[in-house]
């Protein structure tokens, strides 16, 4: 009986490790970002696989979770309900990682937009965190201020640089938008934000980060609390290092 009952656990164990190294799965977390929803669960396929997100949480905390690949259910709902504030379908594919952004407005006007239905949905981005190489940062924003401009222009310099005269290092980056992937010395570099439509350059974020070699981070660009302004201080994530 003991030999069948410590077999029974090995096979177990394989199809537990088979599972998580297969091929045809994704490696998925979800960001939540919308400034007027309570704190959040995660369904994916009829699991919960996260509670009580709340504004700026990420889902894991770190790292990412495991899914089978293809189309799955994907569902955000105010924690303690069961009421759907997204319900769609995602296409993840196989051996991807990705990031899921919890995005728009429950009431649109609390994000300086005409009253109507939530905006609420799922916004899919594929990440690649694969090292950067040369000892030097790979860095990327992710712009989901739902109270923002339409277009915003990014620049990534040398603390203290006059601005006026530059081209920005991303350029006209619509709403629910990501840059690619910018290779960035591994310095203290000042991540400024402007409106496309400002010709005066007006910072609407300003912000200095130490960046190590080797490091990979994403900069979530969301509104303050509550929604009706785009928040002076993104989401860092670090996605590698």
Same mark, same amino acid.
């Given at each position: 009986?003991?030999?069948?009952?410590?077999?029974?656990?090995?096979?177990?164990?394989?199809?537990?490790?088979?599972?998580?190294?297969?091929?045809?799965?994704?490696?998925?977390?979800?960001?939540?970002?919308?400034?007027?929803?309570?704190?959040?669960?995660?369904?994916?396929?009829?699991?919960?696989?996260?509670?009580?997100?709340?504004?700026?949480?990420?889902?894991?905390?770190?790292?990412?979770?495991?899914?089978?690949?293809? $189309?799955?259910?994907?569902?955000?709902?105010?924690?303690?309900?069961?009421?759907?504030?997204? $319900?769609?379908?995602?296409?993840?594919?196989?051996?991807?990682?990705?990031?899921?952004?919890?995005?728009?407005?429950?009431?649109?006007?609390?994000?300086?937009?005409?009253?109507?239905?939530?905006?609420?949905?799922?916004?899919?981005?594929?990440?690649? $965190?694969?090292?950067?190489?040369?000892?030097?940062?790979?860095?990327?924003?992710?712009?989901?201020?739902?109270?923002?401009?339409?277009?915003?222009?990014?620049?990534?310099?040398?603390?203290?640089?006059?601005?006026?005269?530059?081209?920005?290092?991303?350029?006209?980056?619509?709403?629910?938008?990501?840059?690619?992937?910018?290779?960035?010395s591994p310095s203290l570099n000042e991540v400024i934000l402007t409106d496309t439509s400002d010709n005066s350059k007006t910072r609407l974020i300003d912000q200095t980060y130490t960046?190590?070699?080797?490091?990979?981070?994403?900069?979530?660009?969301?509104?303050?609390?509550?929604?009706?302004?785009?928040?002076?201080?993104?989401?860092?994530?670090?996605?590698?290092?």
């Amino acid at each position: 009986m003991l030999r069948t009952f410590f077999t029974a656990i090995a096979l177990a164990l394989l199809a537990v490790f088979i599972t998580s190294c297969g091929t045809d799965h994704a490696e998925v977390r979800t960001i939540h970002g919308s400034p007027d929803a309570p704190a959040v669960d995660v369904v994916i396929d009829g699991q919960t696989v996260a509670t009580n997100v709340a504004y700026e949480g990420l889902a894991p905390a770190s790292g990412y979770l495991t899914v089978t690949a293809g $189309n799955r259910k994907f569902e955000v709902r105010a924690t303690g309900t069961t009421t759907d504030l997204i $319900n769609s379908a995602v296409d993840f594919g196989a051996q991807k990682e990705y990031t899921v952004i919890v995005s728009g407005c429950v009431a649109p006007q609390d994000c300086n937009q005409p009253p109507g239905n939530s905006t609420v949905a799922a916004v899919l981005k594929t990440d690649d $965190n694969s090292a950067p190489g040369g000892g030097s940062v790979k860095l990327r924003v992710v712009y989901v201020s739902p109270s923002g401009p339409l277009h915003v222009d990014i620049y990534v310099v040398a603390p203290g640089t006059d601005i006026t005269n530059m081209s920005p290092t991303v350029s006209a980056l619509a709403y629910q938008q990501a840059s690619g992937y910018e290779s960035v010395s591994p310095s203290l570099n000042e991540v400024i934000l402007t409106d496309t439509s400002d010709n005066s350059k007006t910072r609407l974020i300003d912000q200095t980060y130490t960046l190590t070699g080797g490091q990979i981070r994403t900069l979530v660009i969301l509104d303050v609390p509550g929604g009706g302004a785009i928040s002076p201080t993104p989401l860092v994530v670090a996605d590698l290092n």
